[in-house]
């Protein structure tokens, strides 16, 4: 069965990649805004956490990720990126990775993570997989746990699969590691991804698939260069193009596997278009060209220092892709928001924390609590009280509570409820002024994979070395933070 699907592609492949029409633009179509998702293998696994996490307005829906790894992971470094990103995931700092997404959330740099917690998420590694070690992945599952309610998110790692993107009818051997890193593992691993983020779907069209809904596409309308081929591709089932409502999917390739390397086949044999045809998906199959380091995605920095926030080169064309084939239609406004709760209270301080209550609200499905106008829950609230931590001793704080509905739309803040905590006051601030080098020497921080992180909040400094000066604020025992000093 095997050798005839791959003879089967062949012949398929020398019809359409040999009398191939001019690419054209995307078209704009009518499109469920709503229902917007990315999943990718490898560095395309990688790019996908990156989309999902920093468009996460537009990545509302959810996310599949295959043989990737966390959220700014490799942090700009391609040593962190082929080390602990890969081979040795005991070194990944998640909570530090978590960290930074808050702050640039905050910043504005990434899209705000409340909306990461209606998402879906599907994590897919292969049990024997020596490219991307397993325990990438559930350094992956760990970081989302910070933003994805656990019940959103499967983690199927029970088949020993290799490095690639398996299917259940097309590929190599399921224990193979070579081009073009398609496996037969006897699993549906698109299906199942699309079913996890959409929830039930039409049975899947087995048939030949129709060939005037492969389109190539103006790339170059989007970016030039930046490791990008002039050319994409994407499969638009003809419903779609008669105007139906339909969803989009974006679906990214690994290194070494765009269309200059293996042909058309991540875009027709991944299994993908065969359940888009069926129910109503259009598929983005962006491309990275051989410019690119080994035709990867930029998920370490190769191309752009910003290669992770919104405004990364490749993450801005992507996200112009789906902004242009969604341009067709209008999406249902949310309903009116919730009224702002009523009766929010502090009680049980203590030197580090505080219980905030507050009154229910009918129609709410959770609610968020903001601290002196910052969120501090992470995952949505569903109780009506929330034990806040981590606070200063002996200061007062002020708290409000917004309820947030089915749609992830908020409320007006409540009045704010002040509350001090308990104990002795912190002690004047410290701020040390050094090299990297002498900040490692002085206990203040540490060095892994070259490069230079702060004891306690694990923020990076940039590279261990005499020539790389930063200034670090102790804020506790043994707890510094990049910063400065009155």
């Known amino acids: 069965m095997k050798t005839r699907l791959l003879c089967t592609f062949a012949a398929t492949a020398a019809l359409f ?31 996908a956490a990156q989309l999902h996490v920093a468009y996460s307005a537009t990545f509302k829906k959810g996310a599949g990720i295959v043989a990737g790894g966390p959220f700014y992971c490799a942090e700009g470094s391609i040593v962190n990126a082929t080390g602990r990103c890969m081979a040795s995931p005991t070194g990944i700092p998640t909570s530090s990775l978590v960290t930074t997404t808050n702050n640039w959330a905050a910043q504005g740099s990434i899209d705000p993570v409340i909306n990461l917690q209606a998402s879906k998420v599907y994590l897919f590694s292969g049990s024997i997989d020596s490219t991307v070690k397993p325990g990438v992945m559930d350094a992956l599952k760990t970081y989302y746990n910070s933003f994805v309610p656990a019940a959103n998110v499967v983690y ?6 290799e490095h690639a993107m398996i299917t259940d009818d097309y590929g190599s051997g399921c224990s193979t590691k070579a081009s073009p890193y398609i496996n037969d593992c006897n699993f549906d691993l698109a299906g199942a991804m699309l079913a996890h983020l959409y929830g039930t779907l039409n049975p899947r069209n087995n048939a030949a698939l129709p060939s005037g809904n492969f389109v190539e596409f103006n790339q170059s309308q989007f970016i030039t260069g930046h490791g990008m081929a002039p050319t994409g591709w994407a499969y638009i089932p003809q419903a779609c193009t008669a105007g139906a409502q339909c969803r989009v999917h974006v679906v990214l390739h690994g290194c070494q596997q765009n269309v200059t390397l293996v042909q058309q086949q991540y875009v027709r044999s991944t299994g993908y278009n065969r359940w888009a045809d069926t129910n109503n998906m259009v598929m983005i199959y962006p491309q990275t060209s051989t410019q690119a380091t080994n035709s990867c995605w930029d998920w370490w920095g190769y191309d752009n220092a910003n290669y992770a926030k919104k405004t990364g080169p490749q993450m801005v064309a992507i996200k112009a892709m789906v902004d242009q084939v969604s341009a067709g239609g209008t999406t249902t406004p949310p309903p009116a928001a919730l009224p702002a709760p009523t009766g929010v209270v502090t009680s049980g301080a203590t030197a580090s924390s505080m219980t905030i209550g507050w009154s229910a609200v009918t129609g709410a499905a959770s609610y968020n609590v903001y601290r002196n106008a910052n969120k501090t829950n992470a995952l949505p609230v569903t109780a009506t009280s929330y034990g806040d931590t981590g606070l200063a001793a002996a200061t007062t704080y002020s708290w409000t509570v917004k309820a947030v509905d089915g749609n992830n739309a908020e409320s007006a803040a409540s009045a704010a409820a002040p509350g ?30 070259g490069s230079t992180y702060a004891n306690g909040s694990g923020q990076l400094m940039g590279l261990w070395n005499v020539f790389t000066t930063t200034k670090l604020k102790k804020t506790g025992t043994n707890y510094y933070v990049i910063g400065t000093c009155p």
């Open 17 to 47: 990649g040999g009398a191939a029409s001019a690419a054209v633009n995307l078209p704009q179509l009518n499109i469920d805004k709503t229902q917007t998702t990315v999943s990718g293998l490898s560095s395309g696994g990688f790019m």
């Open 156 to 161: 199927k790692k029970d088949i020993a699969a």
């Open 420 to 449: 001090t905590t308990t104990g002795t006051p912190p002690p004047a601030t410290t701020c040390y002024t050094a090299s990297n080098y002498a900040h490692t020497t002085a206990g203040r921080a540490y060095a892994s994979g």
